[in-house]
């Protein structure tokens, strides 16, 4: 038995689990190959690519470009762009500084190898967190852009 958050799991309900998950599946995958064949297409796997394609390489490309945003009248369904920032961190300019190479150590016997700015903004607010304050010097700021496509319910 396996035991999650208070609740003590036997063998015989995970199986059930397990079953109901392949039954939803299996319900999923004849409603995929309803759609596949009205657009000609091979299977659940090739209607995701086809979704997949539209919004990567006509939607999102077009918004990128037009900016604004996209909204059909009959069905009710709209895309826009929405920005998605993210932070990194140069630390090859943050090795090259006189304290850089032993912030880096001190950032790894930490466990913060990976570091999101998050953990890091988090982690200066501490005790012996100087490290923490000069890799957050180096921090880069960015963004990537999300695809939001919203339904009409």
Known sequence: MA???????DEAFATEAL??????ERA???????IADSLGLED???VENRIKHLREKVIKPY????????????????ASIRPRSNVTYDLVTVAQTDKGPAALV??????????????LERFRGGAGATWANLLFRFR????????????KK
């Not at 999923?28 to 309803?34: E, F, K, R, S």
């Not at 918004?63 to 709209?78: A, F, N």
């Not at 001190?106 to 953990?119: F, Q």
């Not at 880069?140 to 339904?151: C, F």
């Open 28 to 34: 999923l995958d004849g409603a995929y190959q309803v």
């Open 19 to 24: 079953v109901e998950i392949e039954k939803i």
């Open 44 to 46: 659940r796997k090739a």
């Open 106 to 119: 001190e950032a790894a016997r930490a466990g913060m190898l990976r570091m999101d700015n998050t953990s």
């Open 140 to 151: 880069q700021v960015g963004s990537t852009a999300n695809l939001i496509i919203e339904r």
């Open 63 to 78: 918004l990128e470009q037009h900016g604004g945003s996209i909204k059909d009248g009959e069905l009710g369904v709209s």
């Open 3 to 9: 035991e999650t958050q208070d609740i003590v799991i």
